[in-house]
């Protein structure tokens, strides 16, 4: 139901599963488990797997917190992102790499919920794309120091809030990792 004329495909996209991102973080391996059967599963139905990768002065390209987790290996032929922006769009191939696919829908995984996962969620609705989070195949870091709630409440809230997400012409919602079919039916 994407607004993006000839999409009718889906991808798979992995945001920003790189050591110095998912370390410490909650249910990591859980969640690393539920996103490497999610990629084994695409691959075996040809749906193309897109990775994101991000970079800043926190998280320097190049070094060992910037690279992937090992659990996760990446083939040549599946596109690498880089970015720097939260948002998986912006300023980035991203877009041009999903319409060379004939991509409308993603299916989204990865890591910080609240930041990189969420901004991307947005980005790609506003664009034109079906949008599904996988509930269970994205964490985020504790950063209740700071003032926010627990990442388990974070991650509890954005499965909430983005399971009822709608716009024009476009679905969006939820789904668990044992329920993933990269069809349109997924969503709600």
């Not at 607004?3 to 969640?31: F, H, S, Y």
């Not at 919920?113 to 969620?121: E, G, H, K, N, P």
Request: hydrophobic content about 40%; overall charge negative; aromatic content about 6%.
């Amino acid at each position: 139901m994407t607004t993006l004329p000839d999409r009718p495909r889906t991808a798979l996209l992995v945001i920003d599963v790189q050591k110095g991102v998912v370390a410490g973080a909650p249910r990591r391996d859980e969640v690393i488990a539920n996103i490497d059967t999610l990629i084994e599963s695409a691959r075996a139905q040809e749906v193309p797997v897109i990775w994101v990768q991000h970079s800043d002065d926190d998280l320097e390209s190049g070094s060992e917190d910037w690279q992937y987790v090992d659990e996760l290996v990446r083939l040549d032929s599946e596109p690498l992102v880089h970015k720097t922006y939260r948002d998986s769009f912006e300023d980035t191939e991203l877009e041009a790499v999903l319409a060379e696919r004939g991509v409308g829908r993603l299916v989204v995984t990865g890591a910080q919920t609240d930041a990189c996962v969420r901004s991307t969620l947005h980005g790609a609705l506003v664009r034109g794309y079906d949008v599904t989070l996988v509930a269970d195949a994205h964490t985020t870091e504790d950063l209740t120091a700071y003032g926010a709630p627990a990442p388990e409440q974070v991650i509890a809230h954005t499965n909430l809030y983005w399971s009822g997400q709608r716009a024009p012409g476009r679905s969006a919602g939820t789904v668990d990792t044992a329920k993933v079919t990269f069809e349109a039916a997924d969503a709600g």
